[in-house]
């Protein structure tokens, strides 16, 4: 009765061995569920240089441990692996219905490892689970594939489907796990280790009852939560035309202030993330033209055609994932566009449109909407795969490849209609679209000449669209996160949103400061990234939200409701350190597979080498180097090497969590 | 008296505290809060600012405790 179901389902596909396994009480004290247990799971399970892609690997579904109890906006999945695209340590999540589908099952994760001889599916009903022919749906893409199987499926309740498009199929390394009808788990190659396990989805139907300790006191901080954010709306005046000036004014200011994190939910309920469209080109944030251009480039004329009005302008209806207030998606007609080929697609995230935008100097919105379909049903990262196509647009100006290469396509910078034809071929993995599947660290390596020079990524990942030149704290999570190159880490602007030294005693406090403060190593920088580290885990740990963590600790009460529903009675330093535990068991998963940590560092044109000459990034350099150093550092691992130092191990307890499952 | 402001960085935030807290005497309305960080007249009519999440005039007085929080933005996503 502690918020979680206390067992795993262990499926092994080439054997078609199915068990359940107990889970002590003492992991999810220590390490809480989502990605905490999938780390523990994952570390015992895979060994010392398993093939990603081989049957060795472990792929893992994970719900939250607040997933179901009654607390808010506690409903996101991970997926888990290791990552085929990084060698090291992958997740990825995602919001929808699936994480409470999980526990209704009666699991807090299903893991899979094996290889299946023909594609199949895992279904789990009031028969219990069992692997299921799934040759009718392969070769089809995610969405068609959700539909037949949801349909197929179907007694009294619906079921929740994860699945993959043909990008997982034919392994594409930065293929995702779909959801939903257009969600998406899409980092860490998920997707591409389903595919090379011939697992085509997973088909949940469970009605088990998710039992926590004080079920009334979750609902009582649940709905304080829910009445603020309710209240949240914003006047009709406000514009999204508005927004780029807003972004504009940031630049001028030169300080930052930590804001209400509330405020930030009136924005979310009215556009989405593509609030951000505009205005984060303005201010610096959007990294344009393969982050070697500025707002200078990508100006008014270009920035103004994906303005925020315009995606809602599509929005026929608002969408939500499961226990959230806020809703910040949606679903769009986009039937006039690509001649009618697809009748709607989920409203493409700030991440989709300014990486098919400013990355590419794409100012056509249409194609934007078109390609997000394309992905979602293929079940492709768009962040990877937008990063692709800039990569290959460089190139091509450069002259590292030729018409003759692209098959005839000009990939000059901002032909959307080359850019689509080119996803296209990505998808089906033709001619330059096959090299450029599988991300572009490993294109650069196939098309040589000093084609790295454009590959943009950290440690083999793509970064989301988010300039560690307008956020360094942002730089160092990308260079020192397990999964490299992931935007929802942390950042400046999530920790001074987060308020987390309101309840933690080690967080530093921040009032009004200098923006240059944010550029330089420092102890306190690094506290602040490491904090951010930490806490994130534990939101991953619970099937947390982003933009609910960033809404800041003193509205959604994440250790208020971990003590509701377990009983625990920790203080939120107590749960730090699960956080600092969860995030160092994903750093040790990578030092067992061979990685060092010190290659994840982001491209040197991330950190400002050579430094922007325009834009309000302009000359600005990060000193990653040092930061990366004063970060691991105050992690207890080598400042050196990033490798967890023997006493942190010690400290953590985490010698005694691995061994005694060896 | 305190109340807890969230104000963006070009208001004079000085006198807020690290905890978000700013001493006001007894009886102050949010115009005197407007005042302490020095808003802009020209900017108070487009100004979106909320005390305890909901609107509110500028002669609304204030209780120990109260949260005035200001819109800016930040990007996300
Ligand atoms: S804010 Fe958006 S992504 Fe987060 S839980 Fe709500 S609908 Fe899902």
């Known amino acids: ?662 | 008296m305190k109340v807890k402001v969230y104000a963006p960085a070009f208001l004079n935030g000085d006198e807020i505290d690290e905890m978000g807290n700013l001493t006001v005497p007894a009886g102050a309305t949010l115009r005197d809060v407007y005042k302490k960080l020095q808003v802009p007249l020209l900017l108070r009519p487009v100004l979106i600012c909320r005390v305890n999440y909901e609107k509110s005039r500028l002669d609304r007085k204030l209780q120990e405790g109260d949260v005035i929080s200001f819109l800016f933005p930040i990007s996300g996503g």
């Open chain 1, 1 to 662: 009765m502690k918020g979680y179901m206390g067992k795993i389902l262990f499926v092994n596909l080439t054997s078609g061995q199915i068990e359940e396994r107990i889970i002590p009480d003492r992991v999810y004290e220590m390490l809480l569920s989502g990605v905490g247990l999938g780390a523990y799971v994952l570390y015992n399970e895979i060994p010392a240089g398993t093939d990603p892609l081989g049957p060795e690997n472990v792929l893992g579904f994970t719900s939250g441990l607040l997933t179901g109890t009654g607390s808010l906006m506690t409903g996101r999945w991970m997926v888990v692996c290791k990552s085929p695209l990084t060698g090291g340590w992958g997740d990825a999540n995602c919001g929808g219905t699936l994480a409470p589908a999980i526990k209704q099952c009666g699991y807090d994760g299903i893991f899979f490892s094996g290889i299946a001889e023909k594609p199949v599916y895992l279904l789990i009903n009031n028969k219990g689970p069992q692997l299921k022919d799934a040759s009718h749906v392969w070769g089809k893409d995610a969405t068609e594939s959700e539909e037949i199987l949801r349909a197929e499926n179907t007694v009294k309740k619906k079921p929740a489907v994860a699945v993959i498009g043909t990008a997982g199929e034919k392994v594409s390394l930065i293929a995702g796990v779909c959801h939903d009808g257009g969600r998406i788990a899409a980092r860490s190659g998920g997707g591409a280790v389903m595919g090379s396990k011939r697992l085509k989805a997973i088909v949940l139907v469970g009605s088990k009852p998710i039992k926590c300790h004080d079920p009334q006191e979750v609902k009582k901080i649940s709905q304080a939560y829910a009445d603020k954010i309710r209240k949240q709306n914003l006047p009709g005046i406000v514009k999204g035309s508005l927004l780029p000036l807003m972004g504009k004014a940031m630049t001028s200011i030169k300080r930052v202030a930590p804001l209400d994190g509330m405020m930030f939910a009136l924005m979310m309920r009215k556009w989405g993330t593509p609030m951000s469209n505009g205005m984060a080109v303005t201010n610096g944030d959007t990294p344009i033209k393969n982050w070697a251009g500025s707002v200078k480039d990508y100006n008014r004329s270009y920035y103004s055609k994906i303005n925020a009005d315009y995606v809602i302008k599509r929005e026929y209806r608002k969408y939500h994932c499961y226990s959230c207030v806020v809703g910040c998606g949606g679903v769009c007609d986009i039937s006039d566009i690509g001649q009618g080929r697809f009748t709607h697609t989920h409203k493409p995230e700030y991440e989709t449109c300014s990486v098919f935008g400013g990355l590419l100097m794409n100012r056509d919105l249409d194609s934007i909407f078109y390609i997000n379909e394309l992905l979602n049903r293929a079940g492709m990262d768009s962040i990877s795969a937008g990063h692709a196509v800039a990569f290959a647009m460089e190139c091509y100006e450069k002259g590292l490849l030729t018409p003759e290469d692209t098959g005839g396509l000009k990939l000059t910078w901002g032909n959307a209609q080359a850019v689509v034809k080119l996803i296209e071929m990505m998808i089906a993995r033709e001619g330059l679209g096959d090299i450029l599947a599988d991300g572009v660290k490993i294109a650069a390596g196939k098309i040589g000449s000093g084609a790295e020079e454009y590959a943009i990524h950290a440690g083999g990942q793509e970064p989301g669209m988010h300039d560690s030149r307008f956020d360094p704290q942002m730089g160092v999570h990308y260079s020192t996160d397990p999964t490299p190159g992931r935007h929802t880490i942390g950042a400046a602007q999530y920790y001074n949103m987060t308020r987390l030294w309101e309840k933690v005693s080690w967080a530093p406090a921040v009032k009004i400061y200098p923006k240059d403060e944010e550029y330089i190593a420092t102890d306190r920088e690094a506290l602040k990234t490491v904090a951010g580290a930490c806490y994130k885990q534990i939101v991953d740990g619970i099937g947390g939200c982003l933009f609910a963590q960033i809404m800041g600790v003193q509205h959604w009460q994440a250790f208020e409701w971990l003590n509701a529903a377990t009983g625990w009675g920790k203080t939120p330093d107590e749960y730090m350190l699960i956080g600092k535990r969860m995030q160092t068991l994903r750093q040790l998963f990578n030092v067992k597979h061979g990685i060092e940590p010190k290659s994840f560092k982001i491209h040197p044109r991330m950190a400002g080498d050579p430094p922007l000459k325009e834009g309000p990034n302009k000359g600005r350099t990060v000193p990653i180097d040092d930061m990366m150093r004063l970060h691991w550092k105050h992690f207890g691992w080598d400042e050196n090497t990033g490798i967890p130092l023997p006493e942190t191990i010690q400290h953590l307890e985490l010698d005694q969590l691995v061994q005694e499952v060896r």
